[in-house]
T-cell receptor
Framework: LAKTTQPISMDSYEGQEVNITCSHN???????ITWYQQFPSQGPRFIIQ?????VTNEVASLFIPADRKSSTLSLPRVSLSDTAVYYC????WGTGRRALTFGSGTRLQVQP | NAGVTQTPKFQVLKTGQSMTLQCAQD?????MSWYRQDPGMGLRLIHY???????DQGEVPNGYNVSRSTTEDFPLRLLSAAPSQTSVYFC????????????FGPGTRLTVT
């Protein structure tokens, strides 16, 4: 499985755009990039998933450059409720149905 | 739909006791998994199942048993609790068409003294 590296923590203020970058230098051709969000005392929640270029949904955008060695999760206009831990995962399509490998994630703290 | 439900929410055990953590999902998902999360850490996979009657080990299976007699239920049994099993346990499920999208339950916080 491709190893991922992301910042341990980030701080932001309400209303700002937050970009969290994840490095995955040894990503394989059949790997997909997935991001999860976890609030304290809750299970992780799927945010977004992509293979290349850009993916956008109602919650976030995911930017993946052509070489796919990194990815950036973009959260537009964060609020206090976006304070959480964000995990970047890389796995072949299908593997993630049964077994996800979580790292330590990025702890995002949003200040008023 | 209730999604993924777990019981109990909290549990305290003495060393050597056994117990079963319950997990159920009402989404007709084929795949179910159990993870544990220690303080400040990411989740680690304990066991998973790709369908009724089929289970397999994950990264940290020792001390735990699972069974999958129905699509809906995937209980996790602690055979003889140890303090090292103090953790938060999450159950998750996903569909056969999913990439890496899993639905997680609210967790069970287990303390072993």
């Amino acid at each position: 499985l491709a190893k991922t590296t992301q910042p341990i923590s980030m701080d932001s203020y309400e209303g700002q755009e937050v970009n969290i970058t994840c490095s995955h230098n040894n990503i394989a051709t059949n790997d997909y990039i997935t991001w999860y969000q976890q609030f304290p005392s809750q299970g992780p929640r799927f945010i977004i998933q992509g293979y290349k270029t850009k993916v956008t949904n109602e919650v976030a955008s995911l930017f993946i450059p052509a070489d796919r060695k990194s990815s950036t999760l973009s959260l537009p206009r964060v609020s206090l409720s976006d304070t959480a831990v964000y995990y970047c995962l890389v796995a072949p399509w299908g593997t993630g149905r049964r077994a996800l490998t979580f790292g330590s994630g990025t702890r995002l703290q949003v200040q008023p | 739909n209730a999604g993924v439900t777990q019981t109990p929410k909290f549990q305290v055990l003495k060393t050597g006791q056994s117990m079963t953590l319950q997990c159920a999902q009402d989404m007709n998902h084929e795949y179910m998994s159990w993870y544990r999360q220690d303080p400040g850490m990411g989740l680690r996979l304990i066991h998973y199942s790709v369908g009724a009657g089929i289970t397999d080990q994950g990264e940290v299976p020792n001390g735990y048993n699972v069974s999958r007699s129905t699509t809906e239920d995937f209980p996790l049994r602690l055979l003889s609790a140890a303090p090292s099993q103090t953790s938060v346990y999450f159950c998750a499920s996903s569909t056969g068409t999913s990439g890496s999208e899993q639905y997680f339950g609210p967790g069970t916080r287990l303390t072993v003294t």
